[in-house]
């Protein structure tokens, strides 16, 4: 669910509601984009995460699973809720290049982006995924692919609950993703509870960032004065913030 417009100026809203929203949603766009422009030095493309070998290992899982996913089109699961290549090329390559010990990522679906991250810690022979989901029936790919399984625990059932049980348990995380309820509400919930536990040089990563006209991703860089990096689409957009507490504030939303 959307965050509700604030009425700021109500007689306004009164007025004609219709209108008064339409121009609220022009200019939260027109927020997103003067933040990213603002931040137009770090928005890079995924080279600067990546390198041509580190490329290749990920195409080759991404035809893995595109041809999982296609001979198994019945999963209650459509393709659409699969991480994009470039969302999933940044993962890929950011869990290879920092070799982190703790994953911890939200909403599992197919298990498309889940397997994606099992392998590259496979790669890395060593690190751990914590996913947490709310559905029981998820993660097909991780046992059709069966890499790195082992490195895996699934979380399932009270989705905001689990996540700060698994979040406490591990004390420290090094990459945090967020792919589950896009509401502003939860979006912001889930990254100030991974910001406390991600060490510094750590990642917070998210996927569509511009799922709400007003971006949770956008306010929660600006609260604790991050330059994200945003790789903007036109329907899955993804940002990483790479975390320095020391020039990042500890301020949240
Ligand atoms: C966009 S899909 C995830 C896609 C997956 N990352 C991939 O690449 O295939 C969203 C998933 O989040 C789950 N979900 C929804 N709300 C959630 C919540 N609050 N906490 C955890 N998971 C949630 C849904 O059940 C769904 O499986």
Known sequence: MEEKPKYRYKAL????????????????????MVFCMKNIG???????????????????IRKKLDSL????????HS??????????LIEYSVVRASKPDIVVETGVANGYSTAVILSALEKNTNGKLVSVEI???VGRLVDMLCIGKERWELVVGKP???LVQALDREKRIDIFIHDSDHSYENM????????????DGGFLMSDDIFWNKKSAFVDFSRAIGAKPSIFPSSNKSFGIIKINKKQNGNETL
């Open 13 to 32: 809203h009164d007025l004609n509601p219709s209108l008064y929203d339409k121009a609220w949603n022009l200019s939260m766009a027109f927020d997103n």
């Open 42 to 60: 770090s928005i890079s493309s995924p080279t600067r995460f990546t390198n041509s070998s580190i490329k290749k290992e990920y195409f080759d």
């Open 69 to 76: 996913l296609e001979e198994n089109q019945n999963s209650e």
């Open 79 to 88: 393709r659409a809720t699969v991480v994009s290549d470039m969302a999933g």
């Open 135 to 137: 559905s029981k029936n």
């Open 160 to 162: 905001r609950e689990n």
């Open 188 to 199: 912001k919930f889930e990254f100030q509870e991974a910001y406390k536990r991600i060490r």
